[in-house]
Structures are given as structure tokens and as C-alpha cells.
């Protein structure tokens, strides 16, 4: 028996419409139920759901899923605007195969380390669209896409000696100076430094706590949950720090460490100033080549230097995986390379010494 359902004024109503010896198919039945005289009645075809483009997609997920971090958000941005949307925008995000995507990327005149990054976001696309419903849950595609080097520096991070970083500030006025000592005495990044105040030191227990970045001057949250962290602070940094908060114009706990007088107080120095003060001492000390980062990675070798075990570099690095602080920052300095060498040496030599008889 075939029977149409139908809501009228909130209710739901059954009309018989036939046999299946009368209506052998449904689209028979549907045929004949058009010709019930029920008043203003409708009767419900399939949906089609109609694919969702890669601009489309990329609109939603702007709204639902962006991350909020400022940081974050303006490097995605940057990877969907220039290329993403670019090439794929009005293609269904299903046409997004490994193959086609790996040899666009292959194209792409980048580092492969920025490839992996636009890899990781169609990724993330391919995951939300899953979670959509747009598509069917499977394998993720993009996890078939491989990138050659994509692990591979293309340049060795710069880590000082003690030497080449007493030469480096040397050439640094305050608060410049200052600020460098923090970053090489704690593994900050830049945009924790510049986003300290005067609050965060605490003096009695020794202490240093980092609690926010700043990138572009918009205050954000750390990069990750583990570089919230408090770390103890030398006796000797403290010394310096205090001689800095007595010179300073902003010595008020909730006033920026390092605030910026051109903004009276309100904002600390940019990162872009604060870029061209490192780059004009390091030329000055003949360090060209110079980052701001470079000092957190001379904070890693140090760390190695004085035989800081890994554990304790990774809980000072604030690092979520062990993984990151082995094999990204830090590099054996080379004193210690020659003496550890030497040592291994002598233990040869020795050896073959107390082996050998005189003829």
C-alpha cells in the first residue's frame, strides 16, 4: 500500500493514494499522489546537496574554525589569499587530489618548508570540509602529498659564542641592550620580550613569568600553552634589569618593559625597530646574517655547553615535544667540539699506547 504523508496546520495527515499492484514504483506513486485535493499541499522531492567550492569552504571556515591567535591567522591568510584561493578557489574542494596538488606545489617557486605549510592548511580544509559533512569521512588526501625537503634547512640557525654575543652588545644601546640579554639569558622570543611588564619580574622569589607575546603590536596569547611558563631568574639578570627600570621613563609594574616613548609608554619599540638596532650592531661587531631568533638558538647551544641535560633544555626552551628541542635549535659550540674531540682522541691514543710492546 502506498500512503502520502503530509503536516497541516501542525499535524500530520494520511492519505491513501494506492496498491502496489496499481503503483508498481514509487515515481508512480508520486505521479498519482499529485492529484490528492489537499489544500496547498507540497510533496517533498530529494534534495540535492550542491557542492561546495574552495572559496566557499575557505568563507566558512573563516567564521567557524580560523584559529584566533593574530600570528596565526595572518600566516594563513597569507597562504590562502597568494595561493590557495588563487589556483583552487572555484574548484569543488573533492577535485583537491594528491597528485594535481603535489605537482602544483613542485611548481610553486618556494622553500619546501613553505610548501609543507600550504600542504598543512589544505589539509585542514580537507579535515573541516569532513567535519561539514560536505564530503565523505575518509582518508585524508593531502597526507598522500609528499614534499622534498620539506624537513631540510636551507640555512644553518645562528648561534653565538660567548665572545660574538659580548661583542654584539656592545654595539647596543638601551633598552636594546637590555632586551638582549633577556632573550640570550631565557630563549624568548622576540615577541615575549617586547610583550613584558614590569609585574612579571618577580623579584623576591627570583623569578621571570611569561604570560603574552606581541607581533604587529597587537597583543596575543604565547605561542603555545608550554611557553606560558615562570623562570628562575639569576641574581645577576635581576641586577641588570633593575639598573634598566631605574632608567626607563615607564618603571610602573603595568607599564611595558621596553616601552616605545615615541608612543608614550602606551606600546613597546616594534619589532621592526628593534630589527634594524640588532642588524646595525651585528654589522658593527662584523656578525652579519643576524636575527633576533638567532639569539634563542645561541640559548639552546649554551644550555648544551654547560651540559644541561635535555629534559631540563626542553622545560627552559618551553617546548611541547622533546623532539623540537633536539633536532630544530641548538648547535654543539665549537670549543666544546674541539675539547670533546680531544678527549675521545686521548682515549684512542692511549689505548693503542698501552697496547703497543717495543720491538
Known amino acids: 500500500m502506498w500512503n502520502l504523508l503530509i503536516w497541516e496546520e501542525g499535524k500530520r495527515r494520511t492519505r491513501r493514494i494506492g496498491t502496489l499492484s496499481e503503483y508498481p514504483s514509487k515515481s508512480a506513486a508520486r505521479r498519482a499522489a499529485q492529484s490528492i485535493p489537499f489544500p496547498s499541499i507540497e510533496i517533498a522531492r530529494p534534495q540535492v546537496k550542491q557542492a561546495v567550492s574552495v572559496r566557499g569552504l575557505v568563507e566558512q571556515y573563516r567564521v567557524e ?3 584566533k591567535r593574530s600570528d596565526t591567522r595572518r600566516a594563513y591568510e597569507v597562504w590562502l589569499s597568494n595561493h590557495i584561493l588563487h589556483k583552487w578557489g572555484d574548484c569543488e574542494i573533492a ?6 596538488v603535489e605537482l602544483w606545489l613542485e611548481s610553486l617557486a618556494l622553500a619546501p ?8 592548511l589544505l589539509s585542514i580544509l580537507w579535515d573541516y570540509a569532513m ?3 560536505e564530503v565523505p569521512r575518509q582518508l585524508n588526501p593531502m597526507s598522500l602529498v609528499s614534499i622534498k625537503d620539506a624537513t631540510k634547512r636551507k640555512r644553518i640557525p645562528r648561534s653565538l659564542t660567548v665572545a660574538q654575543f659580548q661583542q654584539f652588545i656592545a654595539h ?4 636594546f641592550r637590555s632586551m638582549a640579554l633577556l632573550c640570550v ?11 613584558l611588564k614590569w609585574a612579571d619580574v618577580d623579584w623576591l622569589n627570583s623569578r621571570l613569568r611569561v604570560e603574552r607575546a606581541i607581533v604587529n603590536q597587537e597583543v596575543d596569547d604565547v605561542k603555545t600553552p608550554e611557553s606560558q611558563q615562570s623562570l628562575p631568574a639569576a641574581g645577576e639578570i635581576l641586577n641588570a634589569l633593575k639598573l634598566w627600570k631605574q632608567t626607563t621613563e615607564f618603571p610602573a609594574p603595568e607599564d611595558w618593559m621596553f616601552a616605545s616613548p615615541a608612543k608614550l609608554g602606551r606600546l613597546p619599540w616594534s619589532y621592526d625597530q628593534v630589527w634594524r638596532m640588532y642588524q646595525k650592531a651585528a654589522v658593527a661587531a662584523g656578525l652579519r646574517g643576524l636575527g633576533t631568533h638567532s639569539l634563542r638558538h645561541t640559548y639552546r647551544t649554551w644550555l648544551d655547553s654547560v651540559g644541561t641535560p635535555i629534559g631540563v633544555q626542553q622545560k627552559l626552551m618551553r617546548h611541547a615535544d622533546i623532539r623540537t628541542t633536539m633536532n630544530i635549535y641548538g648547535d654543539a659550540a665549537t670549543a ?3 675539547e670533546a674531540s680531544a678527549k675521545i682522541a686521548g682515549l684512542a691514543l692511549n689505548g693503542l699506547q698501552a697496547d703497543r710492546k717495543p720491538s
Open 65 to 67: 574554525r580560523m584559529p
Open 95 to 100: 577535485s583537491l587530489e594528491p597528485r594535481p
Open 113 to 120: 618548508k613553505s610548501k609543507a605549510h600550504i600542504r598543512g
Open 131 to 133: 567535519w561539514r559533512g
Open 172 to 175: 647596543l644601546k638601551e633598552p
Open 185 to 195: 639569558s631565557f630563549g624568548l622570543r622576540i615577541s615575549e620580550a617586547l610583550a
Open 336 to 338: 666544546d667540539m674541539v
